[in-house]
């Protein structure tokens, strides 16, 4: 049975890509890129172990609640790499796109044997690692200057005004506690820093 280590999942949200999607970050990655957005997400220890048929299960039922397509982030997709693969084929099964974040490049990828499988099934591929330095202000989703945008199939398009909004920020709390996603690690502090008043 295949089993995927998952971080976090985020049934809907408008946060992580094109229209409504559901998020997956996979726990674990072998990249350690300064000032890293998600750094309890690195280890390889930790996290969910989710059955594949489980996960697909959900993506459906989010399918039925009108979500448009999946976003597979990290930790790093790449580096599980055999099972987001067959995540993302089943997500093109149930007619939904695939948007994938990646730490390495594109030209990397295409040079790994193990990365094939999953760049098959993926629309949009935001490559390269995440620079704390290089804060972009201007394309939506994007955390950094260095990263590119790559459509591999035609079903999204470089001129779609959804790349030019300003970026979403999603503030989730219930009984597991408080989540927050949709922008860089140097925003956040920012953030909270002139959201609540001294006490």
């Keep these: ?3 995927l280590s998952i971080a976090q999942i985020v049934p809907c949200t408008e946060a992580e890509g094109p229209g409504r999607r559901f998020a997956l970050w996979f726990q674990g990655c072998p990249l350690r890129c ?16 989710r059955s594949l048929a489980d996960l697909v299960a959900e993506i459906e039922q989010a399918r039925n609640q009108g979500i448009e397509g999946i976003t597979l982030l ?4 790449f580096a599980h790499a055999a099972g987001a693969s067959a995540l993302a084929r089943e997500a093109r099964r149930l007619g ?17 044997p193990t990365a094939a499988g999953l760049l098959e099934s993926i629309d949009i591929l935001v490559d390269g690692p995440y620079r704390r330095d290089l804060p972009d202000t201007k394309r939506r989703w994007i955390g950094s ?27 989730r709390l219930d009984s597991s506690g408080l989540t927050v996603n949709g922008f860089p690690a140097l925003h956040a502090k920012e953030f909270w820093k002139g959201s609540f008043p001294h006490a």
């Excluded at 998600?38 to 930790?46: A, V």
């Excluded at 459509?151 to 398009?157: H, P, S, V, W």
């Design 1 to 3: 049975m295949t089993t």
């Design 34 to 49: 300064p000032g890293c957005c998600n750094p309890e997400f690195l280890p390889f220890q930790g996290g969910q172990e």
């Design 74 to 77: 990290g930790g790093e997709p």
């Design 96 to 112: 939904l796109s695939v948007m994938v974040f990646s730490g390495y490049t594109l030209p990397e990828l295409r040079q790994s």
């Design 145 to 171: 200057t260095n990263q590119n945008i790559h459509f591999l199939t035609d079903r999204y398009r470089a001129d779609d005004p959804c790349w030019k909004q300003r970026n979403t920020l999603e503030i």
